[in-house]
């Protein structure tokens, strides 16, 4: 994953990362300032759908095999 990462930003220029990552991280912030509760809430369940796909699977991995 780190390889990806440092490949892009060898192939894009500082400027102009800086000058797309800049208004994007504002406008990020903005929003969120706008809409906190209603993120928050989507990150509450997103995060509580995770834990219980986790112990899905983790109760599939686990279970023993029978024949």
Do not use: Q, W
């Amino acid at each position: 994953m780190s390889l990806i990462l440092l490949s892009f930003l060898g192939a894009v220029s500082l400027h102009s990362l800086f000058v797309v990552a800049l208004p994007i991280a504002f406008t990020a912030f903005y929003m969120y300032e706008k809409n906190e509760e209603e993120i928050d809430a989507l990150m509450t369940d997103i995060r509580s759908f995770g834990c219980k796909l986790r112990a899905v699977i983790s109760k599939k991995l686990a279970k023993p095999k029978t024949g």
